[in-house]
Nanobody
Framework: QVQLVESGGGLVQPGGSLRLSCAASGSIFSINVMGWYRQAPGKERDLVATITSVGSTNYADSVKGRFTISRDNAKNTVYLQMNSLKPEDTAVYYC???????????????WGQGTQVTVSS
């Protein structure tokens, strides 16, 4: 059973910073792409950033230059450093990982439970 556990959300003032973490655990053979998505109230879940196993990254235009995604493959963990936060960054942030449990199995997308980020003065 694979689990993704997120941490690091909270309340921050505009212009502030937060760092999110997401650790994958359980039966894991390999992890390909890991990423972060977010969902604001009344809106769809949108891509924030992704990172491949070799470190190639992709960002939504709205966060480029402010957010940085990174990962520690030895710890099966992905991070999201968020700087210069704006009220429009307020959302529930979800971790996503493409994981193969065994060397012979296909990979599936797993999701974390979500962590709330609120940017407000």
């Amino acid at each position: 059973q694979v689990q993704l556990v997120e941490s690091g959300g909270g309340l921050v003032q505009p212009g502030g910073s937060l760092r999110l973490s997401c650790a994958a655990s359980g039966s894991i053979f390999s992890i390909n792409v890991m990423g972060w998505y977010r969902q604001a109230p009344g809106k769809e879940r949108d891509l924030v950033a992704t990172i491949t196993s070799v470190g190639s990254t992709n960002y939504a235009d709205s966060v480029k230059g402010r957010f940085t995604i990174s990962r520690d493959n030895a710890k099966n963990t992905v991070y999201l450093q968020m700087n210069s936060l704006k009220p429009e960054d307020t959302a529930v942030y979800y971790c996503n990982a493409d994981i193969a449990e065994y060397h012979w199995s296909a990979s599936f997308a797993y999701w974390g439970q979500g962590t709330q980020v609120t940017v407000s003065s």
